[in-house]
């Protein structure tokens, strides 16, 4: 964990989260707005236990053939507990990145320079939003297996992305996050 003082200097850092190994993943299928687990804070869980561990397994599986999928949380597969995986390797607006990882009980610990970017959600298939968000992020949670807790700090694409995860284990979408319905758009195509 560094403590320095971040700058702009910083950026293109590459620190990938070392997962424990997980058991082969299963695909689920993803709940839908106006779901109610999808609007209700999620419990906390059990790094340890063999249910979030092949949970864990199953967002990692569902996430890496959903195209565009950067992020899966446990509600938006049904599941009410405070879990999510995560992995914006592939995007382009990504500077600092972890890798593919899984966050049991994340929470944020700082967060700070926010900017408006658009956003989407495979559980808001139909409309994307305008969302400020923090672009540089002190990040803390659990790693499934182990329970190891990891403690990192991000920035850009990956920052956005972490806030729209926790978001979603504390029950809010990113229409909830949005400056009203100026800032809500029809999608127009599915990426
Ligand atoms: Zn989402």
Redesign the pocket.
């Given at each position: 964990m560094s403590d320095s003082v971040s700058q702009e200097s910083e950026a293109e850092q590459s620190q990938t989260i070392v997962m424990p190994e997980l058991p082969e993943g299963r695909l689920l299928d993803t709940v839908v707005a106006p779901a109610e687990v999808l609007s209700s804070p999620c419990g906390d869980a059990d790094p340890t236990d063999p249910e979030v561990i092949q949970l864990a397994a199953d967002l990692i599986a569902s996430m890496r053939v959903a195209p565009g999928c950067v992020?899966l949380?446990a509600n938006?597969v049904g599941v009410p507990l405070r879990v999510f995986s995560l992995d914006v390797s592939e995007h382009p607006k990504t500077r600092t990145c972890h890798g593919e990882f899984v966050l049991v009980n994340a929470e944020i610990l700082e967060a700070t320079r926010n900017q408006k970017a658009r956003e989407g959600?495979?559980?808001?298939p139909d409309f994307t939003g305008d969302v400020k968000r923090a672009t540089r992020l002190v990040v803390r949670g659990q790693l499934p297996v182990t329970g190891e807790w990891v403690e990192f700090r991000t920035d850009a694409f990956e920052a956005v992305a972490l806030q729209?995860?926790i978001d979603?284990t504390n029950g809010f979408?990113?229409l909830d996050r949005a400056a009203g319905a100026h800032a809500i758009h029809p999608r127009q195509t599915y990426l």
């Open positions: 992020g949380a938006q959600c495979m559980s808001v729209h995860e979603h979408l990113f």
